[in-house]
């Protein structure tokens, strides 16, 4: 069985630009959960959709947005990037939101 | 203060002996607590979970819930090399989101 996908692994922006990370979780895996890792707060929530709807959110700026498709693939986007959002961006997918099993993940670099 | 919290590594043990792992929470509307694997490098690995008081076992790992004392622990028996990673201990309530704490990295010496 296929795992969580991510797609890109690796992404470097410059600050002021956006980003639209993807992630396609384990087939019929209807949740799906962004998570924000760094070395100095280590994971953090983001937002977790389940059938298109944001069931929850974190407390991250509102540059931070997501969505989800009929498929169940998800979609986040950062916009007007910063130098603070260089992170390793991970997806997470469930059947109902436990337990979670995580992607690869996307490293986003900010010059 | 942080939801969860782990005790402070690093965690150095020799092969073949018994890691304990640390874990507590603040928020008593956890109701299932997970335990993850982080190579470096790479992403969480899912590695054991728990929702009811008591112990749980998978192999070398067993996980221990005590919900009156708000605490989760794991322990890693016969270490092995290819343990040596950071865990990562998180909590869960009915609202669709994990909190995690900073994780313990564990060193196994051969």
């Known amino acids: 069985k296929a795992g969580v996908t991510q797609t890109p692994r690796y992404l470097i922006k410059t600050r002021g630009q956006q980003v639209t990370l993807s992630c396609s979780p384990i087939s019929g895996h209807r949740s799906v959960s962004w998570y924000q890792q760094t070395p100095g707060q280590g994971l953090q929530f983001l937002f977790e959709y389940f059938s298109e709807t944001q069931r929850n959110k974190g407390n991250f700026p509102g540059r931070f947005s997501g969505r989800q498709f009929s498929n169940s693939r998800s979609e986040m986007n950062v916009s007007t990037l910063e130098l603070g959002d260089s992170a390793l961006y991970l997806c997470?997918?469930?059947?109902?939101?436990?337990?979670?099993?995580f992607g690869d993940g996307t490293r986003l670099s900010i010059l | 203060q942080k939801e969860v919290e782990q005790n402070s590594g690093p965690l150095s043990v020799p092969e073949g002996a018994i890691a304990s792992l640390n874990c507590t929470y603040s928020?008593?509307?956890?109701?299932?607590f997970f335990w993850y694997r982080q190579y470096s490098g790479k992403s969480p690995e899912l590695i054991m979970f728990?929702?009811?008081?008591g112990d749980k076992e998978d192999g070398r790992f067993t996980a221990q819930l005590n919900k009156a004392s708000q605490y989760v622990s794991l322990l890693i028996r016969d270490s092995q090399p290819s343990d040596s990673a950071t865990y990562l201990c998180?909590?869960?309530?009915?609202?669709?989101?994990?909190?995690f704490g900073a994780g313990t990295t564990v060193t196994v010496r051969a």
């Open positions: 998180a909590g869960g309530a009915n609202d669709y989101k994990l909190s």
């Open positions: 928020d008593r509307g956890s109701q299932s």
């Open positions: 728990i929702y009811s008081n």
């Open positions: 997470a997918s469930s059947l109902d939101g436990q337990p979670q099993h």
